[in-house]
């Protein structure tokens, strides 16, 4: 299957960062990139070289978190043959790889003092000098970077040059994650389950259910794009029925009955207060739902509903098995159907 390559989403919070991109892109400077795991900086990086003068010159990417840090410095900047151990030739590092096009740093807030002293320096006078070497090197490169971390926070504590973040900071992108992009979840999952649908040789697309849909738009996505794409494209493989609207979605892969237990570790001695029959220290503890709750009859019967429409879809609406695994008899599990109004959401 090819790349993933594309942006898609029609919120505000979303389009103003693409908008940014497209205005950043034909600037010959820095720009951090920054946003939670799975927003997509990789793409916006991307964007940022094809849309600018440079389009045509490589596009290099390294993984700042991805290498150990004693060969960090050796991948950026290269060695000279007998550097260190284990460097049997000459090689380039990923500035001169780039050279005349864009370096795309994933994970900047790993980098150690010493190599953002010699990122700075490269940064600042367009000067590399491979490791072993002492003649620098000249290279014309446009640094785009992006990180989930805090960078001035980190600069506040000196764990960031501070130098280094001015210069890399001319412009910077902070992508919304996935649960403030407004009506975006429903756009993106009919995107990535027609994908897989087409990729399926599906006659048509089913869609999914509504009670589907709602639990795609409830979910708080911790994972962002990335996560609703393995989760749809999880959900339309192992539905295999394009004829039905795809009526059951599984959030955490790993959720399973016969899941191996977690070994058992020492206990240590909590310092929190001890906590029993939801009190601690005398004052009853807070749970922030409960405390919402004004109508005891509807929120029980809405919580209801959620189990047995999670139920039916995972049973492929198989309601002698939907009411086995329930505990319930085929005539309760009948009369829940109807007193939620389920029916009308089986096709």
């Known amino acids: 299957m090819e790349r993933e390559n594309q942006f898609v989403g029609q919120s505000g919070a979303f389009l103003d960062a693409v908008e940014r991109t497209s205005m950043a892109a034909s600037m010959?400077?820095?720009?951090?990139?920054i946003?939670?795991?799975?927003?997509?900086?990789e793409l916006i990086a991307e964007r940022l070289h094809r849309l600018s003068p440079r389009w045509g010159e490589p596009l290099v990417t390294m993984n700042c978190a991805a290498l150990p840090e004693t060969l960090i410095e050796a991948e950026l900047f290269g060695h000279e043959a007998g550097a260190f151990t284990g460097a049997t030739k000459t090689r380039a590092g990923r500035f001169e790889e780039a050279d005349k096009g864009t370096l795309f740093l994933d994970e900047l807030g790993t980098l150690s003092m010493a190599a953002q002293e010699r990122l700075l320096r490269?940064?600042?006078?367009?000067?590399?000098?491979?490791?072993?070497?002492?003649?620098?090197?000249n290279v014309d490169v446009r640094i785009v970077a992006a990180t989930n971390d805090d960078l001035p926070g980190l600069a506040e504590r000196g764990e960031f040059r501070a130098d280094l973040l001015d210069r890399l900071s001319f412009e910077v992108i902070t992508l919304p994650p996935l649960r403030v992009r407004e009506g975006d979840v429903d756009v993106l999952s009919d995107y990535f389950g027609r994908r897989m649908a087409a990729e399926l040789e599906w006659e048509s697309w089913p869609g999914f259910a509504d009670h589907v849909r709602r639990q795609l738009d409830e979910y708080p996505w911790p994972g962002n794009v990335r996560e609703l794409r393995n989760v749809v494209e999880r959900a339309v493989y192992r539905w295999q029925d394009w004829s039905q609207p795809i009526g059951h979605v599984q959030f955490d892969p790993f959720d399973s009955p016969w899941k191996p237990a977690a070994p058992a570790t020492r206990?240590?001695?909590?310092?929190?207060?001890?906590?029993?029959?939801?009190?601690?220290?005398?004052?009853?503890?807070?749970?922030?739902?409960?405390?919402?709750?004004?109508?005891?009859?509807?929120?029980?019967?809405a919580h209801e509903r959620t189990?047995?429409?999670?139920?039916?879809?995972?049973?492929?609406?198989?309601?002698?098995?939907?009411?086995?695994?329930?505990?319930l008899t085929y005539d309760q599990l009948r009369h829940c159907i109807k007193k939620h109004g389920l029916m009308q959401e089986e096709g």
């Open 28 to 33: 010959d400077r820095p720009v951090l990139v």
């Open 35 to 41: 946003g939670e795991r799975g927003t997509g900086k």
């Open 122 to 137: 490269a940064v600042e006078y367009g000067e590399v000098t491979r490791i072993g070497s002492s003649r620098p090197i």
């Open 267 to 301: 206990r240590v001695e909590s310092k929190a207060p001890a906590i029993s029959n939801g009190v601690a220290n005398g004052a009853p503890a807070i749970n922030p739902e409960l405390e919402a709750v004004d109508d005891l009859r509807s929120a029980v019967d």
């Open 307 to 327: 189990i047995v429409e999670h139920a039916l879809g995972k049973h492929r609406w198989n309601q002698r098995q939907t009411a086995k695994a329930l505990g």
